[in-house]
């Protein structure tokens, strides 16, 4: 049965399909620099998983600040130091929160894809006061467009923590962060 699947023209159609790739990346000598140096081409034709580390989440979250010297800003900077110390403590120090799940909470993803998030994801600050007339303890993220809202009522590191630890932990679903 195979064999009549192969005479009807499915490995054709793919080899075709082949061949036309092959011609294409010939145009401007690329398949000749990917034969010549293919470990120079590795990342970009094949995806592997990086490691998540605090570092990669300092790269792809930029914070939406305020200008200096505001109010807001100086709220701002101690947050974005609790963040900081945060992915911190999940690289160093694996619980039952870890930056995949960290991730996972933020963009509805438990890895970076390879081309990276569109949008860019952002860190923003939860400073209004929600409909009960009390400012969130907890974080929210909106996975739609990758943006982190933290709390800003937490001066203490541990009472930040622990609010970001229930949050990922007790929203382990896409859709309900």
């Given at each position: 049965m195979q064999r009549n699947f192969i005479r009807a023209g499915a490995v054709p159609g793919i080899l075709n399909r082949r061949a036309r790739l092959k011609e294409g990346l010939k145009t401007l000598g690329v398949l000749d620099a990917m034969t010549k140096y293919p470990n120079a081409f590795k990342h970009v034709v094949c995806y592997t998983e990086d490691t998540l580390t605090a570092k990669t989440f300092d790269n792809i979250f930029q914070p939406v600040l305020h200008p200096l010297g505001s109010n807001k800003r100086g709220t701002e900077n101690l947050v974005l130091s609790h963040w900081n110390d945060f992915i911190h403590e999940l690289q160093d120090e694996p619980s039952d929160v870890t930056l995949m799940s960290l991730l996972f909470f933020i963009t509805g993803c438990?890895?970076?894809?390879?081309?990276?998030?569109?949008?860019?994801?952002?860190?923003?600050?939860?400073?209004?006061?929600?409909?009960?007339?009390?400012?969130?303890?907890?974080?929210?993220?909106?996975?739609?467009?990758?943006?982190?809202?933290?709390?800003?009522?937490?001066?203490?590191?541990?009472?930040?923590?622990?609010?970001?630890?229930?949050?990922?932990?007790?929203?382990?679903?896409?859709?309900?962060?």
């Open positions: 438990k890895t970076v894809p390879p081309l990276g998030f569109r949008p860019e994801p952002t860190v923003d600050f939860l400073h209004d006061a929600e409909d009960n007339g009390e400012k969130s303890r907890f974080p929210k993220a909106n996975t739609c467009n990758c943006t982190l809202f933290l709390p800003t009522v937490h001066v203490v590191y541990e009472e930040f923590t622990e609010a970001m630890r229930y949050a990922v932990v007790n929203c382990q679903g896409f859709g309900f962060a």
